[in-house]
């Protein structure tokens, strides 16, 4: 009986020894259709042979590339080693896809990994599609090319807007006589005029005074805000490489700012009065710019950096606002319209 067993025993062992003999990877279950040059050694396809170099592989592949080259079978019913056009053409691309994974020092480490390890057909699909599908060019060098050119664009636009603004405050009376006088007291429009012949159109007088007013403007009225001089060191590609020291600078400015006022209780400045404002607002450093130097008094007066006196200011700006919508003609017209006419409403209209 326990012969029976044992002898049962070794004869389930055996069979699965078998099993596991007939299903283990074989070299030749590294010769993945889809992969490299499918169910053939690329090797065998150049005829060289994995020692082979790069110079070897090179010149088996211009040898057979032009023996299987498809134009030397057009118009022939079959080539001298018996090629149709159809085989012809196959074999070339055969030869062509052996040669690029050759020619690839990487590309030929993996495909001789799969060689040498069948077993791993999942790492093999891995690497051959992540080879095949990265991109041709180095990301880094599209990052580059691309925030340069944001930068460039960002640049011109900057300055179109700049010469915009100055053309706009050329033609505002405000701006325009306070140019004049600068431009008269420096004797910029107060030249003799030219005789024989200098002597200039009227057009063209016109034309220097303009430019005159617009460099007046330029020189000696600081524009802030979205119109303001274009800076090199506003651009995207600067505020990158610039962004570590803009970081670091605004750390050892946030403890400064906690050390100063939160630990030593050292009274706040006219700039942090204004920055504490400012974040209240909710408003950038440029929009906070464009603000008249009258309300920023305003708003030291009213010492709107503590919470409770800006809670107040706010509350009292939204009801004059509120008034002005209330009293503006074209906001009444609207209410009307929308009580009268607006969305939502059935209308029957004669034809």
């Known amino acids: 009986m326990a012969a029976a067993l044992c002898g049962g025993a070794r004869g389930r062992l055996l ?6 003999a007939a299903l283990a990877p074989r070299p030749g279950r590294a010769l993945i259709e889809g992969l490299y040059c499918g169910r053939q050694v690329c090797y065998d396809v150049l005829g060289v042979s994995r020692a082979a170099g790069k110079a070897e592989i090179a010149r088996a592949y211009r040898q057979l590339a032009r023996q299987y080259h498809p134009d030397r079978h057009r118009g022939e019913p079959a080539g001298p080693g018996g090629e149709t056009l159809q085989t012809a053409h196959e074999k070339f691309l055969l030869i062509a896809t052996a040669y690029e994974t050759l020619k690839d020092e990487e590309t030929r480490k993996d495909y001789d990994y799969m060689l040498d390890h069948p077993e791993e057909y999942y790492s093999h699909y891995y690497h051959y599609y992540s080879r095949r599908l ?7 060098i599209v990052i580059l090319v691309t925030v340069c050119a944001i930068s460039v664009f960002q640049f011109f636009s900057w300055w179109s807007s700049y010469n ?3 053309n706009y405050l050329a033609t505002v009376p405000k701006y325009r006589i306070q140019a ?7 004797g910029l429009l107060n030249r003799a005029k030219e005789k024989g012949k200098n002597r200039r159109s009227k057009e063209e007088i016109r034309e220097e005074e303009e430019e005159i007013i617009k460099d007046i403007i330029k020189n000696k009225i600081d524009i802030k805000g979205g119109y303001q001089k274009p800076k090199i060191y506003d651009i995207l590609l600067f505020q990158i490489l610039l962004a570590p020291f803009y970081l670091c600078k605004y750390i050892a400015w946030y403890c400064w700012w906690i050390y100063c006022f939160n630990i030593k209780g050292r009274e706040y400045g006219e700039e942090e009065k204004l920055y504490i404002i400012r974040r209240y607002m909710k408003m950038s450093q440029s929009q906070f710019d464009t603000l008249e130097d009258n309300q920023r008094k305003t708003f030291l007066e009213r010492q709107l950096w503590i919470r409770e006196n800006y809670e107040v200011y ?3 700006q939204e009801e004059e606002l509120k008034k002005k919508m209330a009293m503006d003609p074209r906001w009444k017209r609207y209410r009307r319209w929308m009580r009268n006419e607006g969305p939502g409403r059935l209308t029957f209209i004669d034809d």
């Open 314 to 316: 706010k509350q009292e």
């Open 164 to 166: 915009e603004a100055i």
């Open 134 to 140: 990265a991109p041709k060019v180095d990301v880094r």
């Open 15 to 20: 069979w699965w020894l078998l099993a596991a």
């Open 180 to 186: 004049s006088e600068i431009a008269k007291q420096q």
